[in-house]
């Protein structure tokens, strides 16, 4: 089921959240959000069954809609 930025709440700060748009699928944590976007620091990158680490420090502006606990 896709979040609802309404009902986050700052305990979900940190929460573990699954990405999943056009075949591929990747993991994070969400930092914050707006009224818009949800921010997520990617951790792990899946692409072919293969997992990489991603990198960077920063957070990415992720549509509620492709995000999952």
């Known amino acids: 089921m896709p979040l609802d930025i309404p009902a986050l709440k700052a ?10 748009t056009h075949g591929r699928i990747e ?5 914050s959000w707006n009224d818009r976007f949800i921010f997520v620091r990617y951790h792990t990158r899946v692409e072919g069954g293969h997992s990489q680490m991603r ?3 920063t957070s990415e502006a ?7 606990f």
């Open 11 to 20: 305990t979900d700060v940190g929460r573990e959240v699954r990405y999943e």
């Open 55 to 57: 990198t960077g420090s």
């Open 27 to 31: 993991y994070g944590r969400i930092t």
């Open 62 to 68: 992720t549509d509620p809609k492709d995000l999952e």
